[in-house]
């Protein structure tokens, strides 16, 4: 586990102070597979902490790096305490930073800062540094971090501010551990109250209101109570909510009285009236349907309705996913969008902590909402803004699981045997012995039938006559050793799945650039003449592409962007590359160096799932980038992403 700011310091300080003897530099590059700048890097920030415990690396000229101890008192302590411990949950400077901002939250008077040090296993300067981010977070929520000489760094500002700070950038909301129970980072925040009793008090009171037909929405309400209470027994009250609050139907205002009385005699507290609106608006944030609406109620629903209708006829226009019958999916999205509509009645706004996994995870879907969602809140004079469309993505990323789970079929195999009806029935029998779930053996013929066959609705075919040309894909199989040559179709299926969901096809090194460009319109006006010269894509391609990253820009992470344009304009389809070792600017701060300019046909739309799983995939394998940025040749690129 690390105990500096990343692994790879922990690493290295433990090599060099095994060494009596200087470490040149290109073994140390070698050694942890990075270039000798990043080397450079990691030992100057190596030695801003050293410095304060009594150690320093040095040059030795002509010889390498070596780990001087100046005081071994002082460094023997230091190296006891934060390396040898095993108990700091901080293992990267992103788990520091938020640490940072815990103990600024969570302490009751200023805290000095030898204590921010010792608590995070940083430098002074490491410290600042951490300082200052904190501080631009911060500043979003109109709080402020002040240093009061002599005492300590504390922070101010409005209370529910404050929560809302906490809520969104402490409490880790990814799709697995979030809803699945309480994060470290809650049970430590939240660790004055009793977070079990909460729940059960909650499941027990609030059950009327059927809160649990969404995980999400339902740990939602769940944290904000818990937030609530524990900030109120710490003595942060809230003594007046700032935003308006909805008023909720009669069940949900009955139910929710009883639940806060039950809530003040559980934890001896008597809460505020500020503090009952906070659970009133979080509970109607996360389940507006429980929001009275008086006479809209019935002009929601049916816009509700409209919009779901409108989206999924302009997807299947646009793509060819065809779910204007999907009866789970348009009961959910019109819910959804129901109660988006409630909210806008009510003023109220939520934040998404999920989007940026929604689009890393879900970019297809998220897109497909995003282009038709701009439209269609203008037509019925709604925004349906970022957070918005990333929710309506989840449920439009369910019904494609759906859709892939529904398609998947056994292969449909005709069995060729020229030695008669019976062997071929033995060799049927062994085929559905091993394979009953993969392969269905629709017909059975001789060679000299298999001539006459329409094969347009057969996956492939087994054979036990060696043929030479036919058009579908065929395996062999030697009836002389029939159980060993049964089990080469395991591997022949493997492949076929392969060749079926050919997804390299869609590269083509006529699309493929590999130098730097100053901006990104000279680059994707690069990309998108390439294709246009090669018929690929209309003339009006370029300008489509620039509309939709006018809407929103399509990187999907700091360094990966997929740029596409608005509809399914291309011709034919190609995947166009463009590899840039030293990034290009994408707007934010974000420094692109991989971009995959999506030119797929409507025909072919359905079927570019795997070219997204292919680049989720790039993003989790740094040395596949790597490799890739180092020789940015076209056939070294290729070479590596079949690895993937």
């Known amino acids: 586990m690390s105990k500096l700011a990343y692994q790879r310091l922990d690493d290295l300080l433990e090599l060099l102070a095994k060494q009596t003897t200087p470490l040149p530099m290109k073994e140390l590059a ?81 805290l000095p800062l ?76 939240f660790d004055n109250i009793d977070l079990e009793l909460l729940q059960d008090l909650e499941l027990t009171y609030l059950a009327p209101l059927e809160l649990l037909d969404s995980d999400y929405y339902h740990k939602n309400i769940l944290s904000h109570f818990a937030l609530a209470i524990s900030r109120f027994l710490a003595g942060h009250e809230m003594t007046g909510f700032p935003l308006r609050v909805p008023i909720l139907k009669q069940h949900a205002q009955k139910a929710l009285c009883h639940f806060l ?12 009236s500020g503090e009952k609106e906070y659970f009133t608006y979080y509970l109607a944030l996360n389940a507006p349907r429980l929001v009275e609406t008086a006479s809209t109620s019935n002009s929601s629903s049916e816009t509700a309705k409209a919009i779901v209708d409108d989206l999924l006829h302009a997807i299947k226009r646009t793509s060819n996913f065809d779910w204007v019958e999907d009866k ?40 497909l909402c995003l282009t038709h969602l701009e439209i269609l809140g203008k037509q019925h004079g709604l925004y349906f803004s970022q957070d918005e469309v990333g929710y309506i993505a989840l449920h439009i990323a369910g019904a494609m699981e759906r859709n892939s789970s529904s398609a998947h079929r056994k292969y449909r195999v005709i069995l060729v045997c020229g030695t008669g009806r019976a062997m071929s029935r033995i060799i049927e029998a062994k085929i559905n012995k091993n394979y009953q779930e993969t392969i269905e053996v629709v017909d059975r013929l001789s060679y000299v039938e298999l001539q006459q066959h329409n094969l347009s609705t057969v996956d492939f075919v087994i054979t036990t006559v060696p043929l030479e040309q036919l058009s579908i894909p065929h395996i062999y199989i030697n009836m002389a050793k029939l159980d060993k040559e049964i089990v080469k179709i395991e591997h022949f299926i493997e492949n076929f799945k392969g060749s079926k969901a050919e997804i390299y096809s869609l590269f083509y ?44 820009q399509t990187n999907i992470n700091e360094w990966l962007a997929i740029p596409h344009p608005m509809s399914l304009l291309a011709k034919q389809s190609a995947v166009s590359v463009a590899v840039i070792p030293n990034g290009v600017d994408w707007g934010e701060g974000d420094l692109v160096k991989f971009v995959f300019l999506f030119a797929i046909s409507k025909e072919d739309y359905e079927d570019t799932e795997e070219i997204y799983s292919l680049l989720l995939e790039l993003m989790e394998r740094e040395d596949i980038q790597q490799a890739i940025l180092q020789n940015s040749e076209y056939k070294n690129f290729l070479e590596h992403i079949k690895q993937l």
């Open 30 to 110: 070698k050694s942890f597979s990075i270039s000798e700048r990043t080397v450079r890097t990691d030992i100057a920030n190596l030695n801003d902490l050293l410095s304060n415990v009594g150690a320093t690396i040095t040059l030795v000229r002509g010889q390498g790096y070596l780990l001087t101890i100046l005081s071994k008192e002082q460094f023997n302590d230091w190296w006891t305490k934060s390396m040898s411990s095993a108990d700091s949950f901080l293992t990267t400077s992103e788990e520091r930073q938020a640490y940072l901002l815990f103990l600024l939250f969570k302490n009751e008077t200023p």
């Open 114 to 189: 030898d204590d921010f040090l010792d608590q995070l296993f940083i430098s002074k300067n490491t410290f600042y540094s951490y300082l200052k981010t904190a501080r631009d977070n911060l500043m979003t929520y109109q709080l402020k971090i002040v240093n009061r000489p002599n005492i300590g760094f504390e922070l101010l500002g409005n209370e529910f501010a404050k929560r809302q700070a906490i809520s969104d950038l402490l409490i880790e909301k990814d799709l697995q551990e979030y809803l699945i129970g309480f994060t470290e980072m809650e049970l430590a925040l």
């Open 261 to 272: 009385d039950e809530i003040d005699q559980a934890f001896d507290i008597q809460l505020s």
């Open 328 to 367: 789970m999916l348009i009961e959910d999205l019109t819910s959804h969008i129901e109660g988006f509509i409630n909210m806008n009645l009510m003023e109220a706004r939520r934040s998404n902590p999920l989007l940026a996994t929604i689009k890393k995870s879900f970019p297809q879907a998220y897109d």
């Open 509 to 552: 090194e006529d699309f493929f650039l590999h130098e730097d460009f100053d901006t990104k319109d000279q680059l994707l006006k690069k990309m998108t003449q390439q294709l246009f010269q090669k018929d690929f894509v209309p003339e009006n391609f370029h300008a489509s592409i620039m509309k939709r990253e006018a809407i929103n």
